[in-house]
């Protein structure tokens, strides 16, 4: 065996023991989050999605019985889990589902950057958007934003792996336009994406006029097919029926219709600490990889990375209402092109570094992922990425009521901890359905007559409707009041034992300490 072939296998061995410890790392971190799922704030649609993955594992039909806002891909995916295990063992294996999707977005920031500055900068991608504190607090939460994302980052890999894929591009096309496919029908906004991969279809290169039309015109064809196989397959698996489409579109464009102040940098803000900095980086990084893309062509790929990032800001202004949750589908590209411009500094560096000395070994890439590694660690371990869940006495209550109970109710979530179920069409009760006029006082005391009580929260969606709480005053002869949430049931046995104020037929029964 030649030194070359040595050093060659060297290195491979050495690469593959890198991957090894970041995806161990990746895996390790979010699996260190998970276990906080029962003593942190959960966001508002953990529950929902919660709620309505399991309606829909009782049988209960998507869009019909079970509102739902979203394309049908996501909650189809989520309710298998329930529907095979029951409640507890589906919601831990649909919960490790939302954990496989997050090593998926880690994993197509990698792929972006390794494309350009090999595997060591694919490693760091994927570390840095692992230590995204965002990233890290909705890894094990339900929520259709992270599954959009990722589909949407393999979308783009496997299109910038085709534009220098020779004889095999079609198939690489044809996996991107699946891949977009599926991130569609996990969620609309995952369309964020379709200006890069737009680009990196017109910049396929050519030699002349007529072979860059051909060749473009070839992608853009194996792109169509992927994406309709992958669209009819899912289909014909969910028969989501008419009424998803209606749903979905009109929702979304009432939605889009409601007032609301653009304010891009206070969505970014609201992330957190690392929010601005982070994107910050990545606008700095984007303009350092331009200028020194690393390969051969490689400036257009670099190009439709930046769109995507830079997406962010119309989408800011465009998209109504957005939520901090909305910003994971920009952190894959932005963490890509934090490394690619830490890559070209070094690389430019390195150069001039080379002049002075001589050629030297390249142990600068694998010593930066082990130092990561670590970093990433005592990040994870030293650091909280949400607020913690305080016990309360409604949240105590809550817990002590029967399973079998059904409430409507404001805080989705908090019915979601306690276990306890909500009329499939109400299992969305959030601002936006209620200020967009796709959920009535008719429809919530239709659902409520049946239910065994309403719960209103401090958020007041439900309960910020006067003709809701005073129908609901009206039919159930039982109130019970604890820091500032309001439960209205039909008998006073469920919540006799409940520390708070209990009021039967409008008179104050003695407070339980």
Same mark, same amino acid.
């Given at each position: 065996?030649?030194?070359?072939?040595?050093?060659?296998?060297?290195?491979?061995?050495?690469?593959?023991?890198?991957?090894?410890?970041?995806?161990?790392?990746?895996?390790?971190?979010?699996?260190?989050?998970?276990?906080?799922?029962?003593?942190?704030?959960?966001?508002?649609?953990?529950?929902?999605?919660?709620?309505?993955?399991?309606?829909?594992?009782?049988?209960?039909?998507?869009?019909?019985?079970?509102?739902?806002?979203?394309?049908?891909?996501?909650?189809?995916?989520?309710?298998?889990?329930?529907?095979?295990?029951?409640?507890?063992?589906?919601?831990?294996?649909?919960?490790?589902?939302?954990?496989?999707?997050?090593?998926?977005? *880690? !994993?197509? &920031?990698?792929?972006? +950057? =390794?494309? /350009?500055?090999?595997? %060591?900068? #694919?490693?760091? @991608?994927?570390?840095? $958007?692992?230590?995204?504190?965002?990233?890290?607090?909705?890894?094990?939460?339900?929520?259709?934003?992270?599954?959009?994302?990722?589909?949407?980052?393999?979308?783009?890999?496997?299109?910038?792996?085709?534009?220098?894929?020779?004889?095999?591009?079609?198939?690489?096309?044809?996996?991107?336009?699946?891949?977009?496919?599926?991130?569609?029908?996990?969620?609309?906004?995952?369309?964020?994406?379709?200006?890069?991969?737009?680009?990196?279809?017109?910049?396929?290169?050519?030699?002349?006029?007529?072979?860059?039309?051909?060749?473009?015109?070839?992608?853009?064809?194996?792109?169509? *097919? !992927?994406? &309709?196989?992958?669209? +009819? =397959?899912? /289909?014909?698996?969910? %028969?989501? #029926?008419?009424? @998803?489409?209606?749903? $979905?579109?009109?929702?979304?464009?009432?939605?889009?219709?409601?007032?609301?102040?653009?304010?891009?940098?206070?969505?970014?803000?609201?992330?957190?600490?690392?929010?601005?900095?982070?994107?910050?980086?990545?606008?700095?990084?984007?303009?350092?990889?331009?200028?020194?893309?690393?390969?051969?062509?490689?400036?257009?790929?670099?190009?439709?990375?930046?769109?995507?990032?830079?997406?962010?800001?119309?989408?800011?202004?465009?998209?109504?209402?957005?939520?901090?949750?909305?910003?994971?589908?920009?952190?894959?590209?932005?963490?890509?092109?934090?490394?690619?411009?830490?890559? *070209?500094?070094? &690389?430019?560096?390195?150069?001039?570094?080379?002049?002075?000395?001589?050629?030297?070994?390249?142990?600068?890439?694998? $010593?930066?992922?082990?130092?990561?590694?670590?970093?990433?660690?005592?990040?994870?371990?030293?650091?909280?990425?949400?607020?913690?869940?305080?016990?309360?006495?409604?949240?105590?209550?809550?817990?002590?009521?029967?399973?079998?109970?059904?409430?409507?109710?404001?805080?989705?979530?908090?019915?979601?901890?306690?276990?306890?179920?909500?009329?499939?069409?109400?299992?969305?009760?959030?601002?936006?359905?209620?200020?967009?006029?796709?959920?009535?006082?008719?429809?919530?005391?239709?659902?409520?007559?049946?239910?065994?009580?309403?719960?209103?929260?401090?958020?007041?969606?439900?309960?910020?409707?006067?003709?809701?709480?005073?129908?609901?005053?009206?039919?159930?002869?039982?109130?019970?009041?604890?820091?500032?949430?309001?439960?209205?049931?039909?008998?006073?046995?469920?919540?006799?034992?409940?520390?708070?104020?209990?009021?039967?037929?409008?008179?104050?029964?003695?407070?339980?300490?």
């Amino acid at each position: 065996m030649t030194a070359a072939a040595v050093t060659s296998r060297t290195a491979l061995i050495r690469d593959a023991l890198l991957w090894a410890a970041v995806a161990a790392s990746l895996a390790w971190t979010f699996a260190y989050r998970s276990t906080t799922n029962r003593v942190q704030v959960l966001d508002y649609d953990d529950g929902v999605y919660w709620q309505t993955a399991l309606a829909i594992a009782d049988g209960a039909k998507p869009y019909t019985e079970v509102f739902h806002a979203q394309p049908p891909l996501f909650p189809w995916l989520v309710a298998q889990p329930f529907a095979l295990l029951g409640a507890v063992g589906g919601e831990m294996t649909a919960r490790l589902l939302m954990t496989g999707f997050t090593m998926l977005l *880690a !994993g197509s &920031a990698a792929g972006m +950057a =390794a494309l /350009l500055r090999g595997p %060591r900068a #694919g490693m760091l @991608a994927a570390l840095a $958007v692992a230590a995204f504190p965002l990233v890290q607090r909705y890894s094990f939460q339900f929520g259709a934003d992270l599954p959009a994302a990722a589909l949407g980052g393999v979308a783009l890999c496997l299109a910038l792996r085709a534009r220098t894929a020779g004889r095999s591009a079609r198939w690489w096309w044809a996996g991107a336009g699946a891949a977009l496919c599926l991130a569609a029908l996990v969620k609309l906004i995952a369309v964020v994406v379709v200006p890069s991969l737009a680009l990196a279809l017109l910049a396929t290169a050519g030699p002349g006029g007529w072979a860059w039309l051909r060749r473009t015109a070839a992608a853009i064809g194996c792109f169509a *097919a !992927g994406f &309709a196989v992958a669209g +009819a =397959a899912a /289909l014909v698996a969910i %028969r989501p #029926g008419r009424a @998803a489409w209606d749903q $979905v579109f009109s929702f979304h464009l009432r939605a889009a219709a409601s007032a609301d102040v653009p304010d891009v940098i206070g969505m970014i803000r609201n992330t957190g600490d690392w929010g601005l900095p982070y994107f910050i980086a990545a606008g700095v990084g984007a303009v350092l990889a331009l200028c020194l893309p690393g390969r051969a062509g490689g400036r257009a790929d670099v190009a439709a990375i930046t769109v995507w990032a830079a997406a962010i800001v119309p989408y800011g202004y465009l998209h109504h209402p957005v939520f901090k949750h909305h910003v994971l589908l920009f952190i894959a590209p932005a963490g890509a092109l934090i490394v690619l411009g830490v890559a *070209a500094l070094w &690389a430019l560096a390195r150069r001039v570094v080379r002049r002075l000395t001589g050629p030297r070994r390249r142990w600068a890439g694998a $010593v930066a992922v082990v130092a990561a590694v670590l970093a990433g660690a005592w990040q994870t371990t030293h650091t909280s990425v949400a607020p913690v869940l305080a016990d309360t006495a409604v949240e105590a209550c809550l817990r002590a009521l029967p399973r079998d109970v059904t409430l409507v109710s404001d805080d989705q979530a908090m019915l979601a901890r306690a276990g306890l179920r909500t009329p499939p069409w109400l299992v969305d009760t959030s601002h936006v359905r209620i200020d967009s006029g796709w959920l009535t006082d008719a429809e919530i005391t239709t659902a409520a007559s049946a239910a065994d009580g309403v719960l209103f929260a401090r958020p007041r969606r439900i309960g910020k409707h006067p003709e809701v709480r005073a129908w609901a005053k009206e039919h159930f002869p039982v109130r019970y009041t604890a820091d500032r949430y309001e439960l209205y049931l039909r008998a006073a046995t469920l919540v006799t034992g409940c520390a708070g104020t209990l009021q039967v037929d409008g008179k104050t029964v003695t407070p339980t300490p």
